[in-house]
């Protein structure tokens, strides 16, 4: 069965860059027929998309989001990672990755979350 | 940006009742649209994707219609467990945006 695992600092200061990898386990991160994305969660918020990856290196970013996110993939590793830079208080917030199948609108396989905190 | 509304932001309702909970997009996302189910602490689950299809292991009781720009997540016979949050979700020209959620709670 597919398991995500979201890791990083749950502790970030203002100003720095927000680095979080997702390790993919019960398959492999190359498989043609789908993509991988970052999703986020304010306190008391609803769910707000960061962006997607393909295996491949494609990428799709928030509009909102663009100027501050990089997402890249290492298959090595079966994992893809996300980085936010000149993080605020505003991107406190659980981070969850997920899997989004390409031949539906919808994410199948979430992680369990990760929270993260930008305070000083 | 494709915006999703939800309506209604609250449904109160009693186990065994029926919810009908609605997500109307700004312009058309075909049948690109999904469903998920949030419980307090927990990661969302997928209940219906492309409009009404059933994710795997979803009771019979969710389903979904519609397309174009308004959709329907109908739970018929309300489980003590289907008290939670709900979110419809498009994937257009593979930009994806979320509704603002509708909290289904027991009345």
């Known amino acids: 069965q597919l398991q995500l695992q979201e890791s990083g600092p749950g502790l970030v200061k203002p100003s720095e860059t927000l680095s979080l990898t997702c390790t993919v386990s019960g398959g492999f991160i190359s498989g043609s027929n789908y993509y991988w994305g970052w999703i986020r969660q304010s306190p008391g918020k609803g769910l707000a998309w960061i962006g997607s990856i393909f295996y491949s290196g494609s990428t799709y970013y928030n509009p909102s989001l663009k100027s501050r996110v990089t997402i890249s993939v290492d298959t090595s590793k079966n994992q893809f990672s996300l980085k936010l830079s000149s993080v605020a208080a505003a991107d406190t917030a659980v981070y969850y990755c997920?899997?989004?199948?390409?031949?539906?609108?919808?994410?199948?396989?979430w992680g369990q979350g990760t929270t993260v905190t930008v305070s000083s | 940006e494709i915006v999703l509304t939800q309506s209604p932001a609250t449904l109160s309702l009693s186990p065994g009742e029926r919810a009908t909970l609605s997500c109307r997009a700004s312009?058309?996302?075909?049948?690109?649209l999904a469903w998920y189910q949030q419980h307090p602490g927990q990661a969302p689950r997928l209940l219906i994707y492309d409009a009404s299809n059933r994710a795997t292991d979803i009771p019979a009781r969710f389903s979904g219609s519609g397309s174009g720009t308004d959709f329907t997540l109908t739970i018929s016979g309300l489980e003590p467990e289907d008290f939670a949050v709900y979110y419809c979700q498009q994937r257009s020209n593979w930009q994806v945006t979320f509704g603002q959620g509708t909290r289904l709670e027991i009345k």
């Open positions: 997920c899997r989004l199948p390409a031949w539906v609108g919808g994410m199948d396989v």
């Open positions: 312009q058309s996302v075909s049948s690109f």
